[in-house]
């Protein structure tokens, strides 16, 4: 079945530093890839997504490509913020969007 | 905000016993979902709802029932609760555009439930 893999956890950054988090996908097909964010306390939110090849997402300074060749949708922020310290969720969608499978998650701190 | 209410945010029940936990939507969204979210397994699909009466399993539904009665709520039972039980859970809707679903899920603020 469809499946996502995410690096472990925790990332542990200072403050302005470069962040990847990777992200590898296991489908059948054409997926939709997506990254999800969640503060302390609360819900997922959606951070940014792609829906096909070469695509590439953004918001909030993070960006992400779909590269089909390497079935990878890396998330990459060039300069990290203390208030980007959140857990940071991999996930596609295969089914028409109404089902989606979640990688394990990423914990990324960030030291001022 | 997406308009979803989880109720109740915290619970400890003992082993055995029968719990529900209530999600209600103000957005009429079709699609509804019930994750678990355990340390090391990220999210996990419990059930779905795609319309009133209208539910399907997802890839953890063993010990867990659902019920749509209303639009607006989807209802996950958990006849007699187990350790394996305890876990934040969480409640979302799917973002439509057009008529379609657009893959962007609006999650409730979870449910801890710890069962002893």
């Known amino acids: 079945g469809d499946s996502v893999t995410q690096m472990e956890g925790p990332v542990t950054l200072s403050e302005e530093a470069f962040l990847t988090i990777n992200c590898t996908y296991t489908a059948t097909g054409y997926p939709s890839l997506f990254w999800y964010v969640q503060y302390p306390g609360e819900g997922l939110q959606l951070l940014l997504k792609?829906?096909?090849?070469?695509d590439k997402g953004s918001n909030k300074g993070f960006e992400a490509t779909y590269r089909k060749e390497t079935t990878s949708f890396h998330l990459e922020k060039g300069s990290v913020q203390v208030s980007d310290s959140a857990v940071y969720f991999c996930?596609?969608?295969?089914?028409?969007?109404?089902?989606?499978?979640f990688g394990t998650g990423t914990r990324l701190l960030v030291s001022p | 905000d997406a308009g979803i209410t989880q109720s109740p945010r915290h619970k400890v029940t003992e082993t055995g016993t029968p719990v529900t936990l209530r999600c209600h939507q103000t957005?009429?969204?079709?699609?509804m979902y019930w994750y678990r979210q355990d340390p090391g397994h990220g999210l996990r699909l419990i059930h779905y709802?795609?319309?009133?009466?209208?539910?399907d399993k997802g890839e953890v539904s063993d010990g867990y029932s659902v019920s749509r009665s209303k639009t607006e709520d989807f209802l996950l039972t958990l006849e007699s609760a187990t350790s394996s039980q305890t876990s934040v859970y969480f409640c979302?809707?799917?973002?439509?555009?057009?008529?379609?679903?657009?893959?962007?899920?609006?999650f409730g603020e979870g449910s801890r439930l710890t069962v002893l």
């Open positions: 709802s795609y319309g009133v009466k209208d539910t």
């Open positions: 792609a829906t096909k090849a070469d």
């Open positions: 979302a809707i799917s973002a439509r555009t057009g008529g379609r679903e657009t893959g962007e899920l609006f």
């Open positions: 957005e009429n969204h079709r699609y």
């Open positions: 996930a596609l969608s295969n089914t028409g969007f109404q089902k989606l499978v």
